[in-house]
Nanobody, 119 residues
């Protein structure tokens, strides 16, 4: 599975950005897709995920109420709408896919897209 993320950029605090991720390859096996982010000196942080079966979503505590994940399984795309952005949201955002193996985990990763929020 190959993942290509796009939509990052520079935005002022309080603004919005929308990230997109397109999956290709053996996408039929993917059970969920997610977004993670990483800032220099910090561990990778879970942002959001969507389960293809049923559409259930999950969010990291720091983004609940501000970010929304959505996706189109038929098109193998997932989006992350980010509102009310804060400077601490700055980081490289990675799209990830879970190929529904045991144990369940995100095994496929995109190259990341930079999000910078200026205060």
């Amino acid at each position: 599975v190959q993942l290509q993320a796009s939509g990052g950029g520079l935005v002022q605090a309080g603004g919005s950005l929308r990230l997109s991720c397109a999956a290709s390859g053996r996408t039929f096996s993917v059970s969920r897709m997610g977004w993670f982010r990483q800032t220099p000196g910090k561990e990778r942080e879970f942002v959001a995920a969507i389960l293809w079966s049923g559409g259930r979503t999950a969010y990291g505590d720091s983004v609940k109420g501000r970010f929304t994940i959505s996706g189109d399984r038929a098109k193998n795309t997932v989006n992350l709408q980010m509102n009310s952005l804060k400077s601490e949201d700055t980081g490289v955002y990675y799209c990830a896919a879970d190929p529904n193996r045991v144990p369940s985990r995100f095994d496929y990763w995109g190259r990341g897209t930079q999000v910078t929020v200026s205060s």
